[in-house]
């Protein structure tokens, strides 16, 4: 079955405390995956697009990097105003969005 | 900047009553859709459009229909409210993208959602 799964749902880290997020996928045919950061009430904001594997892309304190079964979001020396939920989606013959990451960052 | 602006941040309504949300972009994009979010399911895609008047069904479009009349413009419209329906709902568009195909290797740009509540 076709799915895309997030890991771990919830996350806590201290400020500065570096980690990675993880989405982890089963479709064939993959024709983009994205990253998305979601604020309590808002919409989803789009982060990065990841076509292939090998390929990497970084905004300030987030990298996000993808292999053929998964990408990881790399969060370096983290902000309090990085705590959000972050959403990863697939699209290949079908559009998938997994259940998202939970992410507080601690002062 | 994309902007995508869903006419109500709040809605009530009624059982059985027909609900109309809207959206509107103004970055030309060839596909919109509707999503709806509950906790702990994500978001589930209801219909997409990926040209006027074109649409197709996602993975749960019972009890729902959309109209895209306008390239920018994209409704979705409850038919007969039920309390199940109560969610947030959300619009996104997103450009056409390499290769004709109704799902686009394009990011989806989003509104801020509308939150329905049924009673």
Known sequence: ?107 | DVKVTQSSRYLVKRTGEKVFLECVQDMDHENMFWYRQDPGLGLRLIYFSYDVKMKEKGDIPEGYSVSREKKERFSLILESASTNQTSMYLCASSREGQGYSAYSNQPQHFGDGTRLSIL
Do not use: M
């Open chain 1, 1 to 107: 079955e076709d799915q895309v799964t997030q890991s771990p749902e919830a996350l806590r880290l201290q400020e500065g405390e570096s980690s990675s997020l993880n989405c982890s996928y089963t479709v064939s045919g993959l024709r983009g995956l994205f990253w998305y950061r979601q604020d309590p009430g808002k919409g989803p904001e789009f982060l990065f697009t990841l076509y292939s594997a090998g390929e990497e892309k970084e905004k300030e304190r987030l990298k996000a990097t993808l292999t053929k079964k998964e990408s990881f979001l790399h969060i370096t020396a983290p902000k309090p105003e990085d705590s959000a939920t972050y959403l990863c989606a697939v699209t290949s013959n079908q559009f998938y969005f997994g259940t998202g990451t939970s992410l507080t960052v601690i002062p």
